[in-house]
């Protein structure tokens, strides 16, 4: 009988550690679950973006005007204004758009010396003051670039010097990358100061490069130079072109996704050269210095350098930031990113352009060796473009480089006179005014959209104005959708009609609000006013 008992206990004991062991887990898993399906469903804007959303919208400028826009803006396009290299650049183009933005802009440029005055830096950049008439109020800067990469002539399907409208879209270089800001900030100003008459009280400044495309030391350099001799020391924001309103860029989400860039990749050429024997291409050696480097190139694209998606990075926040605006999986994906960061990351690494936010990117693109077919060469070199993530250095990189190549015959040098190191974070938070207003001003002009903060991956002139302000930003009012991603430096370049349109609102808007900013506080309206 004991005995029988004793055996029932330990049965019980067994079943209920047997309980335990198995049950324990699954209700841990189920209230993991459940966390995570609650965060899911009450995933919301936060209050401070709701706030920033207009309660109304609809554009200022009406379309007579616009048509008149429509037309200076192609024939903006239609000027060849191409940088090949900085001692190759289209003078007589650029001496051309001098004179047009001289004639189409008249006001802008000379006779209102009260409100406005204009500096012609290097030969063909421009730099606009537009006093205020509060000095209390820090200034801002308004960047963009009149300079395009060249073209492909034969592989485009459109004159890219035409601006070819054909009723949805304009097509044309420049057109995306960098004129519409050009042209979109002369036609606000214009508006803004002579047919709004606005009273201006927060100075700001307009500047325009001539030479973005092949380094911008003439021309942004030059700029940031003139307004330091100036005596300006501080900016409130700068503004300049960089990521744009992208559909399709993130996956589950089908809203605009109007990207700000807060950061920017620094950027590095680095050489990998190796140095050995020449010889008879009949008596070729076992190793032959194409061999050596192909065979590193090809390891540094078999290991490319670490990615990085933790919850101190930017990206974080642009996920967490479009978590309201996704498919519900990826609400889900993207409210607990604290569990789906790992695949979330893998997924980034899976497409070029999330890839080159989340790591160093590593782009082989030139080589030289050899000069005849039947002598094998003595020196091969190949030349990587890296584009450094905030969270290395260009140190670590390079590193990284020599120890992935772990061949001590190959010379990994870095190009001292062109490397840009990562930029500062900006402020993005709800504590940010100057994010803040520009997500207001981007909000009412793409009310379809949501605003979120993201590291730009390539580089633009703000290196030259990072010592001027720490809320650095980088946006231009385009559309882009993913698919589009190859005509930006590629063939047949494009705008929406429309979105030109938005173009000029946005600077305007953008103006207003900057106007406002201190001298009244910012309209904000609780959600049920909407
Ligand atoms: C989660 C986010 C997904 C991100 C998807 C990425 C979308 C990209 C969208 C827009 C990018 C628009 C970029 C326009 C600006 C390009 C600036 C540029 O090309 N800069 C040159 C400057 C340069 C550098 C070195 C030179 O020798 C010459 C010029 C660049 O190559 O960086
Ligand atoms: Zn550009
Ligand atoms: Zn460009």
């Known amino acids: 009988m004991l005995a029988w008992l004793t055996a029932r206990g330990t049965k019980r004991r067994r079943w209920i550690a047997c309980g335990l062991g198995v049950g324990l887990p699954v209700l841990v898993l189920l209230a993991l679950v459940l966390a995570c399906l609650i965060n899911a469903w009450s995933v919301s804007e936060p209050d401070w973006h709701y706030q920033l959303r207009p309660s109304g919208s609809g554009h200022l400028i009406n379309d007579s005007l616009f048509e008149e826009r429509l037309g200076r803006f192609q024939a903006a396009l239609r000027i060849p204004t191409i940088s090949v290299d900085a001692r190759n650049l289209n003078e007589s183009a650029l001496e051309e758009f001098k004179n047009f933005l001289q004639t189409s802009f008249p006001r802008l440029h000379g006779g209102n010396e009260d409100k406005i ?39 485009w399907n459109y004159d890219p010097f035409e601006a070819m409208k054909d009723g949805e879209y304009i097509y044309a270089r420049g057109a995306f990358d960098d004129k519409h ?51 300006v020391k501080t900016m409130d924001f700068v503004l300049d072109e960089g990521f744009v309103v992208l559909t399709n860029a993130l996956p589950g989400v089908q809203v605009p996704v109007a990207l700000v860039g807060v950061s920017e990749k620094g950027y590095a050429e680095v050489s990998v050269s190796v140095d050995g024997v020449s010889g008879h291409s009949s008596m070729p050696p076992k190793e032959s210095a ?57 997924q980034f690494l899976e497409s070029a352009s999330t890839a080159a936010t989340v790591r160093t990117t590593t782009a082989p693109t030139l080589f030289n060796a050899g000069y005849k077919i039947n002598v094998v060469p003595s020196t091969a070199t190949a030349y990587i473009n890296h584009r450094v993530h905030p969270k290395q250095t260009i140190e670590d990189v390079l590193e990284y480089d020599r120890e992935v190549i772990g061949d001590s015959r190959v010379n990994v040098t870095l190009n001292t006179d062109t490397y840009i190191r990562p930029h500062p974070i900006s402020p993005y938070g709800p504590d940010s005014p100057q994010y803040k207003l520009l997500a207001r001003s981007i909000l009412e002009v793409f009310p379809q959209s949501f605003v979120a903060p993201g590291t730009m991956i390539a580089t633009t002139d703000t290196k030259y104005y990072l010592n001027f302000s720490k809320n650095v930003y980088r946006f231009a009012p385009t559309f882009l959708d993913i698919e589009d991603m190859p005509r930006l430096h590629g063939h047949d370049e494009r705008i929406r009609v429309e979105n030109y349109r938005e173009v000029v609102d946005f600077f305007f808007r953008l103006m207003v609000n900057a106007n406002q900013v201190n001298a009244r506080p910012l309209h904000v309206h609780a959600r049920n006013e909407l």
């Not at 008439?133 to 002539?153: F, G, I, K, Q, R």
């Not at 999986?329 to 960061?341: A, E, G, M, P, T």
């Open 290 to 346: 194409i061999g050596i480097i192909s065979k590193a190139v090809s390891r540094l694209e078999a290991y490319p350098q670490p990615h990085f998606f933790d919850s101190s990075s930017v990206e974080y926040t642009t996920l967490e930031t479009a978590a309201p605006h996704s498919s519900f999986l990826y609400k889900l994906i993207y409210s607990n990113l604290w569990l789906f960061k790992n695949i979330v990351s893998n």
């Open 117 to 155: 005055t204009c500096e012609v830096v290097s030969n063909y950049s421009f730099l606009y003051e537009i006093k205020g008439s509060d000095e209390s109020l820090t200034p801002y800067l308004l960047a963009a670039h009149l300079d395009v990469v060249p073209v492909e002539e034969d592989k």
């Open 181 to 231: 800001a050009v042209m979109g900030i002369l036609e606000a100003l214009d508006y803004f100061l002579f047919t709004k008459n606005e009273s201006v009280k927060r100075t700001f400044y307009v500047g325009i490069g001539h030479d973005e495309e092949v380094s911008g030391r003439q021309g942004a350099a030059k700029i940031a130079e003139v307004l330091h001799n100036r005596g």
